[in-house]
């Protein structure tokens, strides 16, 4: 069983990269639904750059900078020429998903080398890991979890604490209102959309370089889509987010574990798990009426000054 | 920011933004060919290959319109939830739900029918499904609220799979020898040609001059429109919104279904879990460009296919990667968008002269 | 030695797409001095002030502070200069409390702390005498709270030139007093105040000096000692006009509508009506008074059948329009038209044109499936003419027609149909003295004709002068039911915040 648990972190460490990056797009008021393309962008570019160069770092830092990057293509035509957030964000996926299949194409099959694998191979970390049940589960992991980890507890710290955090609410709550006690609207947007493309593509990177480190066609599978779900199930919390994330995780593996406890069930009517229970939520989100679990007010909303 | 200022505009003359449009279009196509040249390819080879590759010879023309006929249909499917601000990003599961229901029909009514009933009971039941698919998110998001982006999108999901565990499970062709695959439909379930297409295109026709009437000339038409523009006036104007919004997705749904039995019946001739193609997220583009409207949808989706079965041509033909033809698809609509931007501001650079009078 | 003007405005210019909002504007505004911007709706006067907050960039032009020259480009400049402005609309957080509204885009410590703040707000609170709890949210704030966390907020940030964009919109009598005296303690720390307004009498009993602008332009600027409001009338409209509304009375009570103990629940399932009865009678226009989110919205909602009332009756020629869908409701006589603040978002549809407006409320009567537009394309000619509609053509888009013509589009649409009941809510939002006299004619002649018409507006004084009968709401509660001329306006002002017992009201229904 804590086995089970450990793989349900390991296969929820994409999700909780990229819900976390997501969630901190919207909460500066912007849906960013290009989340599986910058996903594959930062797989590709990440695997490429770890391929290519063997220094784990140099990977996860051009993962990044491809989501960034994809990121600031949807920045330039949401906040500064205020173009519509959903289909530009669709653009991006449909764009980023091509983008990963012309540079991959040539990666077909190969893999990283052995310089990557063994950094992100699981580690334990001393005393942590020994505890009974968590342990195992919790400190006998990767690097990339570890810093999911760290991403979570920082992303909470900075949104709840910090005095940008508050400025951040703010900003997504009402465009106006903040523009109007002195924050940098265009600054606060950018550098939050670029921000949260750069998680996403290191949650790809994770796909690419340690889950499955063979390049393969669509190797994403729709986690983004998953990930933009569980944004609104975790009502837009990083630490609710880390466990969204594995728990949908877990959902994933779900078809394989009861394969082996042997119920016969079908491998594909399984894969439907996921994508089902992200349905389920999104249905059971409408319910939460509490204010505090609602969406940022001005989310979606583009921000003209002048607006007569 | 001194020197950059920005205005809203009153509307600008229709000439003019057509003129940014193509502007932009051909900015996007400028683009690619600099992205092209950065990965060491020649992009006017490339551009041009794409043309040959579409309209060179009859049979790639042929290859173009069957790849535009699916297009159309279910970009027309998207219209109408577009215009609705229904963000349906499910087509291709609804595509994938009615090519399920008519492979049910095609492989259980077996071959005695006459083939006119045949492929008519096929298209009846595609739609059906294909509503139904679309249905139940609408349902959702006229009773509750509920985000439809996510909903369809997983519903696409859940559609593939299942007609994944259908293809490798139950309904696998005990002739095909261990091979996963559905049973061949029977010849009475194959759409015939006509003019050396399969009758698919005059669908396609049909569906742009009922859309362009519908959308335009009919109540409900009419209704959808409102509603997408400012829910609260439909509502004050005594609209049923619920019953608006189940309607128009029935009919999205109803249409993208219709492209799966196209697609199922003429191309494939059985039911495979891709029989959608990633043509669900295509529309999407060409809907948005085509400004929401039917006939412009024609133009833009044969234009679209050109690129595509160019994308197919330079693949096999030059060993480029199809996914060029995505990359560009995926550029030109950036353009696009960004260009509305110059139709609705005015930018004003520099800073004009402050006029002092004593 | 002449002090440094506060506010120093010259030549100030600001176009719009086709409209000259600011026309070579000047203003100069003395430190230690209330100064009133007046003028019609549409004259130009919160173009002017967002210039000086940041919001706008001037075309042309200067700007001095306290004799510096200026350029903003965005708000946070104008609050380093010290300016703090008061929007009509607030722009608070809803979601947040007042303290956290205070400190946002502020340079404080990196992490949020909380006793440094208080103690300055506390500060603050008591030099200036205003009122607010830090630990509040802002969704829970009546209009006056949001209003002096406004103020605080900008003093917060060191402001000394305070603009305050129609303060007194949406208070009641008593919260407007309370807000005079607020300004009068600012003038005496020295601050400059500018108060945008069109109200005349709160104009001459605040004010030191008055600037008037008409259509863009500055007309002049006078001191108020040395005015009366016929001037002031004279400069903001260019010609002499008696500003009073006609009331022709009728003997004929023919009651047309019954409301009889209607509750109606909002989302949450408080009451935004509570028992509320009522009669609208013929040849009668019944106002509607209360502060904003009374219950207004619902009360007009609620006999149109938009929502359900849980209890209660609404009688209609013997009939009970409970249960009925808006169709019906529409059918039988009654319509109803609602301007919300953005003008368009309920009643028109702004991307369509006039003719695609008036279908909205027609189509229904049109029998099959195909849409036909002749009839309202008669009818949009018809309308443009007798109202005197400022439009291109019948096809442009009606978001582009300007203020009241956008409203004349909308009554004109409920009116053409010869209703038995009209109900209509902020008939006049933004609208310019022409205009707003037009509508208040429409209804006067709609009264005439033996039309019942329950009248929803902001301005007391208006409701006063057109009504023959007010309902005050307050809390979704009716508070009183009196005639205009046996109470004063701040016997209303009471009714609206709900101490009836202080008000000397005639009757009231339980």
């Known amino acids: 069983m804590t086995a089970f648990l450990a793989a349900c972190i390991v296969a929820g460490t994409p999700l909780v990269f990229a819900t976390v990056g997501e969630l901190i797009t919207e909460k500066s008021g912007s849906t960013n639904l ?53 289909v530009s964000g669709l653009t991006l996926t ?215 | ?99 399920l229901g008519a492979a049910w029909v095609a492989l259980n009514l077996g071959d005695g ?22 249905f139940i998110p609408a349902i959702f998001k006229a009773k509750f609220g509920t985000n439809e982006t996510i909903f369809t999108l997983m519903m696409n999901y859940v559609a593939i799979k299942f007609v994944t565990y259908l293809q490798y499970g139950p309904w696998m062709d005990p002739a095909a020898n261990g091979f996963p695959r559905i049973a061949t439909f029977a010849e009475n379930a194959v759409l015939p040609a ?162 002092e009078v004593a | 030695m002449q002090q440094n003007l506060a506010i120093e405005m010259k030549n100030i210019s600001k176009v719009f797409g086709a409209l000259r909002a600011n026309d070579n504007v000047n203003l100069e505004v003395r430190p230690g001095e209330v100064h009133a911007l007046l003028g019609e709706n549409g004259a130009g006067k919160s173009t002017l002030m967002n210039m000086l907050s940041g919001i706008y960039t001037p075309d042309s032009g200067t700007i001095r502070i306290n004799g510096e020259e200026v350029h903003f480009s965005s708000p946070k400049d104008s609050i380093k200069k010290g300016i703090g402005m008061i929007h009509q609309h607030f722009k608070l957080v809803d979601v947040m409390t007042a303290r956290e509204n205070i400190i946002i885009g502020q340079k404080s410590s990196f992490f949020v702390h909380g006793k440094k703040l208080a103690k300055r707000v506390k500060d603050l609170s008591d030099q200036y005498g205003l009122d607010v709890d830090p630990d509040k949210k802002v969704y829970d704030m009546s209009v006056g709270e949001k209003q002096t966390l406004e103020i605080i907020k900008v003093l917060y940030r060191g402001a000394r030139i305070l603009i305050m964009d129609e303060p007194t919109a949406v208070l009641t009598p008593q919260e407007i007093r309370k807000l005079f005296r607020v300004i009068c303690n600012m ?59 006609e009331k022709k009375k009728f003997a004929e009570k023919k009651p047309l509508l019954s409301v009889d103990e209607v509750t109606v629940l909002d989302g949450e399932g408080k009451a935004a009506l509570d028992d509320v009865s009522f009669t609208l009678n013929g040849h009668e226009i019944l106002g509607v008074a209360g502060v904003a989110n009374s219950g207004q919205k619902e009360l007009c909602e609620v006999i149109a059948g938009l929502v359900k009332a849980e209890k209660g009756r609404i009688y209609f020629d013997g009939d009970n329009l409970v249960g009925k869908t808006p169709r019906d409701i529409i059918k039988l006589g009654i319509r109803m038209g609602f301007i919300p603040e953005d003008r368009l978002g309920m009643g028109l549809v702004g991307t369509m044109d006039i003719v695609h407006n008036l279908v909205l409320k027609d189509y229904q009567n049109q029998k099959g499936i195909i849409l036909h537009r002749g009839p309202c394309v008669k009818k949009a000619n018809k309308l443009v003419k007798e109202l005197d509609i400022q439009t291109p053509n019948i096809y442009t888009p009606v978001k582009r027609l300007s203020g009241g013509n956008v409203q004349k589009v909308l009554l004109g649409r409920e009116i053409d149909s010869e209703p038995k009941v009209l109900i209509t809510a902020y008939a006049v939002r933004g609208l310019d003295i022409g205009a707003s006299y037009k509508i208040y004619d429409l209804l006067n002649e709609q009264k005439e004709k033996g039309v019942g018409v329950l009248f929803v507006g902001e301005d007391l004084d208006v409701l006063m002068d057109l009504c023959d009968r007010v309902i005050v709401l307050c809390h979704g509660k009716i508070t009183g039911i009196v005639d205009p001329d046996e109470v004063t306006k701040e016997d209303i002002g009471l009714l609206m915040t709900g101490k009836v017992e202080e008000a000397g009201n005639e009757e009231v229904q339980s």
């Open chain 3, 187 to 245: 003038k005496e720390q020295g601050c400059a105040i500018v108060i945008i307004t069109h109200k005349l009498n709160e104009v001459m009993e605040i004010s030191d000096r008055v600037t008037v602008l008409r259509k863009g332009q500055s007309i002049g600027t006078v001191d108020t000692k040395q005015v009366d409001i016929p001037n002031l009338i004279e400069m903001m409209v260019g010609k002499k006009v008696s500003l009073s509304i």
């Open chain 2, 194 to 355: 006509l003019g050396g297409v399969h009758i698919g295109w005059i669908f396609a026709i049909l569906g742009v001059v009922f859309i362009y009437f519908f959308m335009n000339y009919t109540k409900l038409g009419y209704e959808i429109s409102v509603v997408g523009e400012s829910v609260e006036t439909a509502r004050y104007a005594g609209m049923n919104i619920s019953k608006i919004i189940v309607i128009a997705m029935l009919i999205s749904g109803g249409l993208c279904g219709i492209t799966g039995m196209i697609q199922a019946s003429a191309i494939e001739k059985t039911l495979v879990y891709g029989i959608a193609n990633g043509m669900g997220f295509t529309a999407i583009i060409t809907a948005w460009l085509s400004k929401l409207n039917a006939v412009n949808c024609l133009f833009i989706c044969v234009v679209f296919s050109m690129l595509m079965q160019g994308g197919d041509y330079i693949q096999i033909a030059l060993g480029v990667p199809s996914a060029v033809s995505d990359i560009v698809q995926g550029l030109i609509l950036f353009f696009v968008l960004g260009s509305e931007f110059f139709m609705r501001y005015r930018v004003h650079i520099g800073r004009e002269k402050a006029k």
């Open chain 2, 1 to 99: 920011m001194d020197f950059i200022r920005i205005t809203k505009r009153d509307d600008l003359p229709k000439k003019k933004e057509i003129l940014i449009t193509i502007l932009a279009v051909i900015l996007s196509i400028v683009f690619a060919g600099i992205i092209l040249v950065i990965f060491g390819l020649n992009p006017f080879h490339i551009f041009r290959e794409i043309i040959l590759g579409s309209v060179g010879t009859g049979h790639r023309i042929t290859q173009t319109i069957v790849k535009a006929i699916p297009l159309i249909v279910t970009s027309l499917g998207i219209i109408v939830a577009f215009k609705m601000k229904f963000w349906n990003i499910g087509a291709e599961g609804q595509i994938t739900m009615g090519a």
């Open chain 2, 113 to 134: 029918v006459p083939r006119p009933l045949m492929l008519l009971l096929m298209m009846v039941a595609a739609a059906i499904c294909g509503g139904i698919w679309a």
């Open chain 1, 94 to 308: 449909i764009f980023g998903t091509g983008f990963a299949q012309f540079v991959g194409e040539p990666l077909l099959g190969s893999s990283v080398p052995s310089e990557i694998t063994s950094f992100f191979a699981k580690v334990s970390i001393p005393l942590l890991g020994d505890i009974p049940v968590i342990g195992p589960i919790f400190f006998r992991q990767d690097m990339f979890v570890y810093l999911s980890y760290i991403l979570c507890a920082l992303a909470a710290v900075y949104m709840y604490r910090t005095r940008i955090g508050m400025n951040l609410k703010a900003l997504g709550e009402s465009n106006a209102a903040a523009d109007a006690s002195g924050i940098n609207v265009t600054l606060y947007k950018y550098a939050h959309i670029l921000i949260g493309g750069a998680l996403c593509g290191l949650g790809g990177a994770y796909l690419s370089l340690v889950r499955m480190p063979i390049w393969q066609e669509n190797i994403v599978n729709g986690r983004g889509w998953i990930a933009v779900a569980l944004v609104i199930f975790v009502a837009w919390n990083p630490i609710k987010g880390f466990f969204g994330g594995a728990l949908f995780g877990g959902l994933s593996i779900l078809g394989l574990k009861l394969q082996a406890m042997g119920f016969g069930v079908s491998q594909y009517l399984v894969d439907m798990i996921p994508y089902v229970a992200t349905i389920l939520i999104v249905i059971f989100g409408t319910y939460k009426k509490k204010k505090e679990s609602q969406p940022p007010a001005d989310l979606g909303n583009n921000y003209f000054r002048e607006e007569r």
């Open chain 1, 34 to 86: 290009g989340v599986e393309g910058m996903m594959l962008m930062g797989a590709v570019m990440g695997f490429l750059a770890g391929q290519t160069t063997g220094i784990p770092g140099l990977a996860l830092v051009a993962a990044a900078v491809a989501g960034a990057a994809g990121a600031l293509i949807f920045g330039v035509l949401t906040v500064s020429l205020r173009a519509n957030q959903i």
